[in-house]
C-alpha cells in the first residue's frame, strides 16, 4: 500500500460518534476534583447542591464510596474552576469536530 491509499483510508475512516464520545470523556477526566483526602467529580449536581447547602462543613460521600468532611466554601470554588475548564474545553473542540468532515481535516 503506498502513502496516498494509506491517507485515503484515513479519510474514510474517521468517524464522528467516536471522535464526540473521546472528547466528552477527555472533558469528564478534567472535572475530578481532589479535596481532603477525597476525589469528587465536578458535577452539575454537586456544584447545585454546593450552592443550595449553606453549612460551613459538611460530609460527602466521593468517587470511590469514602465520606470525606469537605469545606463547603472551598470545595465550591474547586467545583467550578474545573466545572467551568472541561466544559470550556470540550465546548472549544466539539465546535472544532462539527467543522471536519474527513480524517484529514484533524
Known amino acids: 500500500?503506498?502513502?496516498q491509499n494509506i491517507k485515503n483510508?484515513?479519510?474514510t475512516a474517521f468517524?464522528?460518534?467516536v471522535h464526540r464520545k473521546n472528547l466528552k470523556e477527555r472533558a469528564e477526566s478534567k472535572m475530578a476534583v481532589a479535596h481532603n483526602g477525597g476525589m469528587f467529580k465536578a458535577s452539575m449536581?454537586?456544584?447545585t447542591f454546593l450552592r443550595v447547602w449553606d453549612e460551613p462543613h459538611l460530609y460527602l460521600e466521593d468517587?470511590?464510596?469514602n465520606p470525606v468532611q469537605v469545606d463547603q466554601k472551598e470545595l465550591?470554588?474547586?467545583v467550578t474552576e474545573a466545572?467551568?475548564?472541561a466544559m470550556n474545553d470540550w465546548y472549544v473542540e466539539?465546535?472544532?469536530a462539527k467543522l471536519i468532515r474527513k480524517g484529514s481535516d484533524v
Open 76 to 78: 465550591l470554588a474547586k
Open 83 to 85: 466545572f467551568m475548564y
Open 63 to 65: 468517587m470511590y464510596g
Open 1 to 3: 500500500m503506498d502513502i
Open 15 to 17: 468517524n464522528h460518534s
Open 94 to 96: 466539539f465546535a472544532k
Open 45 to 47: 449536581e454537586l456544584y
Open 9 to 11: 483510508l484515513a479519510d
